[in-house]
C-alpha cells in the first residue's frame, strides 16, 4: 500500500498516479491521552486500520496526485536517524572536495556512528526546502529512508527487516561546514521525505534500490542501496543497539556520490525503484523570504 498525507493533513491511498482520499478511517484511531507515546500513533495502529482503509480507498473517488499539495507521510517520528558517510564513492568525493570536507579528515561510518537531525526539520515536498541566511554552501543527498513499524530495541540483523513499515524517498539537507552533523543537517525543511510511504509488503527486498536525483533536469545523483556500506539491516540493528525505535521512526540510510549545491528556485527531483518521484522546489533564503 502506498500512503500519502496531503493539503490539510489529509490521508490518502495512492493507487498509480491517483490519492484517495481516507481520512475518515483516522476516526477509528484511539483518542490520545497525556503523556502521548512517543512514535507516530497512526503508524503504531495501522495494522487494526488496514482493512478499513483498503475498503475506503476503493470506495472512494480518486484524484490526480499531482492536484494536491504533499506533506511528509511520517507525521510524528520520534526520532529521525541518519547515516553518515555510507557510500565508499560518496566517502571518496567528500575527501577530495574542501567544500565538503572544510579541511577535516572524512572518516567512515564505524568511526561517525549514527547522527540525529530535528525532528522539525521534517517538510512534505510541496512545502519546499528552505536556505538560511547568508552565503553557505547547501547540498542536497538522495537516500533511501526505513520507516519503523514497532516498537524494538537490540534487533538482529537476520531479523531487522521484519520491524520495517515501509519505505521512502527522502533529501537530507546540508550545509557544508565544520558543526556537527546535528547542527548542519537539522535548519527546518532540511529533512523532506515523500512522495508517499510505500509498505513494506511491496518491497521485500531493499537490498538493490536503484535511486536518483536530479536539479533542474540535470541528473546529479543515480545509484543503488547494492552499495551501501552498512546496509539496512546493518543499519536498524546498528541504530537499534543505541536507541529503542517506536513506530514512525525514520532512518536515513546515507547518500550516494554526487552531492552538489542548490540555490534559490532550483527543482531537486529524486526517483527510486517503487518509491515513486519527489519534486521539490528550493525556496528562497530565509530573510529574504520574510521580506517579501
Ligand atoms: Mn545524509
Known amino acids: 500500500m502506498k500512503l500519502c498525507r496531503f493539503d490539510q493533513n489529509r490521508l490518502g491511498v495512492v493507487f498509480g498516479d491517483r490519492v484517495h482520499d481516507v481520512t475518515e478511517v483516522l476516526e477509528h484511531l484511539p483518542p490520545l491521552r497525556w503523556p502521548v507515546a512517543p512514535g507516530d500513533h497512526f503508524i503504531r495502529h495501522f495494522a487494526a486500520l488496514k482493512g478499513s482503509l483498503t475498503h475506503a480507498a476503493e470506495q472512494r473517488e480518486g484524484r490526480p496526485v499531482s492536484s494536491v499539495s504533499l506533506l511528509s507521510p511520517v507525521a510524528n517520528p520520534s526520532k529521525i536517524i541518519a547515516a553518515p558517510v555510507n557510500y565508499a564513492k560518496h566517502v571518496a568525493e567528500a575527501r577530495a572536495d574542501v567544500g565538503i570536507n572544510f579541511g577535516t579528515d572524512v572518516k567512515t561510518i564505524d568511526h561517525y556512528g549514527l547522527f540525529l537531525?530535528?525532528?522539525?526539520?521534517?517538510?512534505?515536498?510541496?512545502?519546499?526546502?528552505?536556505?538560511?541566511?547568508?552565503?553557505?554552501?547547501?547540498?542536497?543527498?538522495?537516500?533511501?529512508?526505513?520507516?519503523?513499524?514497532?516498537?524494538?530495541?537490540?534487533?538482529?540483523?537476520?531479523?531487522?527487516?521484519?520491524?520495517?513499515?515501509?519505505?521512502?524517498?527522502?533529501?537530507?539537507?546540508?550545509?557544508?561546514?565544520?558543526?556537527?552533523?546535528?547542527?548542519?543537517?537539522?535548519?527546518?525543511?532540511?529533512?523532506?521525505?515523500?512522495?508517499?510511504?510505500?509498505?513494506?509488503?511491496?518491497?521485500?527486498?531493499?537490498?538493490?534500490?536503484?535511486?536518483?536525483?536530479?536539479?533542474?533536469?540535470?541528473?546529479?545523483?543515480?545509484?543503488?542501496?547494492?552499495?551501501?556500506i552498512f546496509d539496512i539491516p546493518r543499519l536498524i540493528s546498528y541504530a537499534s543497539a543505541a536507541y529503542r525505535l517506536y513506530p514512525g521512526d525514520v532512518i536515513m540510510t546515507g547518500t550516494p556520490e554526487g552531492v552538489g549545491p542548490v540555490e534559490p528556485g532550483d527543482l531537486i527531483v529524486a526517483k527510486g525503484a517503487g518509491l515513486g518521484e519527489?519534486?521539490?522546489?528550493?525556496?528562497?533564503?530565509?530573510r529574504e523570504e520574510r521580506a517579501a
Not at 522539525?120 to 515536498?125: A, D, M, N, Q
Not at 525543511?189 to 536539479?215: K, R
Not at 519527489?278 to 530565509?286: D, I, K, Q, S
Open 117 to 228: 537531525k530535528s525532528n522539525t526539520s521534517l517538510v512534505g515536498p510541496a512545502e519546499g526546502v528552505r536556505l538560511p541566511e547568508g552565503d553557505r554552501r547547501v547540498d542536497h543527498e538522495v537516500e533511501v529512508v526505513v520507516v519503523i513499524g514497532e516498537e524494538c530495541e537490540g534487533v538482529a540483523e537476520k531479523h531487522a527487516l521484519d520491524v520495517v513499515f515501509g519505505y521512502c524517498l527522502g533529501l537530507d539537507m546540508s550545509v557544508r561546514g565544520t558543526e556537527d552533523r546535528s547542527w548542519r543537517k537539522s535548519y527546518d525543511s532540511f529533512t523532506v521525505l515523500g512522495p508517499h510511504l510505500v509498505t513494506a509488503d511491496e518491497i521485500p527486498d531493499p537490498s538493490d534500490l536503484h535511486m536518483s536525483l536530479n536539479v533542474n533536469r540535470s541528473v546529479r545523483q543515480d545509484a543503488s542501496t547494492s552499495a551501501l
Open 278 to 286: 519527489l519534486a521539490v522546489r528550493v525556496r528562497r533564503r530565509a
